[in-house]
């Protein structure tokens, strides 16, 4: 099965950016979906962003113009730029791969500071 690790995550102020990067084994070439899903405290895991094998994206109406989800097939990294960061979005942050089945990463932490 593929392991995904997740990294980037951190402490940043309102408005500020952080990256997140994912890195796959193995091809990700062989998951029709990569994507990125949150859980902040109290609360259920939540999707935040998938992209296709295409490029196709898909994003949380709450972070559309804010996040944006790319991959390089060549890397098999999957990252999620993430800019203008509000509070709500402190959460530990996922990596997501998709074929059938669901595997995950061990998650990232993002806090956000207002």
């Known amino acids: 099965q593929v392991q995904l690790v997740e990294s980037g995550g951190g402490l940043v102020q309102a408005g500020g950016s952080l990256r997140l990067s994912c890195a796959a084994s193995?091809?990700?070439?062989?998951?029709?979906?990569m994507g990125w899903y949150r859980q902040a405290p109290g609360k259920q895991r939540e999707f935040v962003a998938t992209?296709?094998?295409?490029?196709?994206?898909t994003y949380l109406e709450s972070v559309k113009g804010r996040f944006t989800i790319s991959r390089d097939n060549a890397k098999n990294t999957v990252d999620l730029q993430m800019d203008n960061l509000e509070a709500e979005d402190t959460a530990v942050y996922y990596c997501n791969a998709y074929n059938r089945k669901w595997y995950w990463g061990q998650g990232t932490q993002v806090t956000v500071s207002s």
């Open positions: 992209i296709t094998m295409t490029g196709f994206t």
């Open positions: 193995g091809s990700i070439r062989n998951y029709k979906n």
